[in-house]
């Protein structure tokens, strides 16, 4: 089978117009199919707050409400994820920008209501990937780029880009050799979250959760780690968590990042 | 060949919910490769009112500077484009939301500079699409909606729907049989713009051009006279100016609308 590499952008090098610069330009020179997926960033808030739309928040988890979802759906469907379309199209990269209703990819389930609404929140497993279209694109040489947004009964949904990162992956392993990389700032997974040299080169399932007993991994590394193991166990064959910039070696064999193992 | 239904929807029908809810489930009935484009409507705005961002116009064509240009990015592309696309997945069709940057579709020229800077406006001809993959996707049963946006070296750039419809409609007459439609509020031309009922069912080309010096058309209406003659001139076998309730029946041969003639 080919290789795949799907790949997973955040909001620190979103936030940056040089880092994010490089990294597409980076994106664009691997030679072989792949899927970006990228999340929000900053600009949603910022233009949030503008049009005086209130961020609520509930255990540290955004509520999405009418007003939110619509404002994800402008700035995470359209603004950004047309930005990099067509700045990976100046690099000869024949990108295609979609989110999960766009022919069907990702059908979600909108998250049902407990204890909290979190409103128009789409749940996800690898079988709402409906991936005859995918393929087909991949096959084409158009390389996809994923928003954090799916969709389900004719409403869209705001869903993690981390999540849909994972599933893509599981999905596409019935048809690609994966590689999943999940890019944000720091050069991988931290043993000691205060030396930003303490890379762990692999991670595996039983160290992983004797750490995350311990409380001793930050949280914003949580639902990489979370989607990464859920990953491997589903059948994809290489996960890594590393720097943005390193993008291209983690691509190759001498990898830079944390390399996630069962 | 087959049969190809390019069809454009305007503002009136977007910026009125059960409207657009009754195009969208009739346009999904239609049992045939189709493309809807879409424009803009008054939500970019309304939008951009609330952010403060000001509506410049110079005789009557509106600059698109870069705030309105992530504006209209974001409106057009992302919460029109993306809610149309759900809507339509629900009632069974299984559309595709891009803009010209997607896949390389329509790549625009920015325009230049004369008298006046339009700013970040991309102009197109039938050269301008990239029809290979669209032909693809329609062969997938795929069906694409665009926002009335293109690019052109890294940059997003606004683009007339009716512009882009034209030569969308054009570019496939080569692989299809295309009727192009054009809805929008009327019954279609009219004769006497304060008789609702003075619809022309036909309208040729020397009669247009007679009608255009006395002045007798609306303004609205002239993208849409100039774009039709356009693509009848350029092998699109059948152009319609109608109303978009009238959609279906349009698609049909007991058409209600002004038929394009030579």
Redesign the interface.
Known sequence: MNKLYVTKIGGNVLDDDNALNKFLKDFASIQAPKILIHGGGAMATK?GN???IESNYVNGRRITDRETL?LV???????I???I???L??WGC??????G????MIKAVRRPVREIDFGYVGDITPDSVNST?LY?LLK?N?VPVFAP?T?S????LNTNADTIASVLAISLSKHFDVRLIFCFEKKGVLRDVNDESSVMRMLNEAEYKRLLKEGAFHDGILPKLENAFSAIHSGVKEVLIGQADDLVRNTRVDTEGTLITL
Request: overall charge negative; charged content about 10%.
């Open positions: 233009i503008k049009l005086g619509d759906t402008m700035v995470y469907g359209g603004l994820n047309k930005q379309v067509a700045h199209q100046q024949n990108a295609l920008g979609v989110t209703a766009d022919g069907n279209l087909f084409q158009v947004l969709y009964e004719g409403q869209m």
